[in-house]
């Protein structure tokens, strides 16, 4: 179960993958460019509680893409394969155009840094609580099997902290498996 606690991050985002292309044309905006990013928090960061932390987390991503980012509704989902006692979670989706230069590695690269700017420390325990949380969950069409990144991700078509989140902003769209 989950519900929504979103306002807009900016209010002239476009809200969809629908809206983008409609504002700004479909000359050079690719599909298969395309990456999706899931955001999730449980924990308050140096900004503040986990919902402010998504939000401008959001807005460090716009750095990152050639057009406007896509930001889904921030929902509250309790957690997933958890340690008993986490806390709830924050989660939202972005869909970014990180452009022709950039490749998949190279955005996992800049979204684990992001994590550290906010405070994330990586205990090695698995699903532990944390301040923030970015997954790349699909870059365009491209597959990835190596031992720091797998695309798509291999377990978002069961998580519905992704699932719902991006169904809102993008609902044509259907995750593969990797």
Known sequence: MWRSLSTRFMSCQPS?????????GPEGLSADRLAIV?????LPSRVGPARVTLVQAAQRLSALSVWPVVLSPIIETEPVDCPPGSPSFCNAVAVLDPGEAQTPEQLLCELQAIETAFGRERSGQINEARVLDLDLITYGDQHRDTPTLTLPHPRAAQRDFVLQPLAVIWPEFRLSDP
């Not at 969809?16 to 700004?24: G, S």
């Not at 899931?38 to 449980?42: D, I, M, P």
């Open 38 to 42: 899931s955001l999730g928090a449980n």
């Open 16 to 24: 969809t993958i629908v809206e983008l292309v409609a504002r700004y």
